[in-house]
């Protein structure tokens, strides 16, 4: 049983940052692949951000790249994402996740992670 506990959303302007966690439920992240997904109103989800077991290898989709930032905190079992310039268009509830598989994490071929956090609502005004 895998299981993820979302916090750190909330509302900021334009150009603002904010921090999610991720707490998991144990030492999982030398053997799972963890990530945040977003979905919009509307929209697709989609990944933003993933890391491979063992932290050594990051991926973030191309409209993010530069502005966020994902680590791993050991110690406390917590998956972490900086949000930094952030634009309206970065508003969308995300979602943390977690699966062994790099293809579902990464969604290559529509595949999805296994397990996922209740999410948390981020809002970006212009």
């Known amino acids: 049983q895998v299981d993820l506990v979302e916090s750190g959303g909330g509302s900021v302007q334009a150009g603002g940052s904010l921090r999610l966690s991720c707490r998991t439920s144990g030492d999982i992240f030398n053997t799972y692949c963890m990530g945040w997904f977003r979905q919009s109103l509307g929209g697709e989800r989609e990944m933003v951000a993933a890391?491979?077991?063992?932290?050594?290898?990051?991926r973030y989709a191309d409209s993010v790249k530069g502005r966020f930032t994902l680590s791993q905190d050991n110690a406390e079992n917590t998956l972490v994402l900086q949000m930094n310039s952030l634009k309206p268009e970065d508003t969308a509830m995300y979602y943390c996740?977690?699966?062994?598989?790099?293809?579902?994490?990464?969604?290559?071929?529509?595949?999805?992670?296994?397990?996922w956090g209740q999410g948390t609502q981020v809002t970006v005004s212009s």
């Open positions: 890391i491979a077991p063992g932290g050594g290898v990051t």
């Open positions: 996740a977690a699966d062994p598989s790099w293809a579902r994490m990464t969604a290559i071929g529509a595949r999805v992670p296994n397990h």
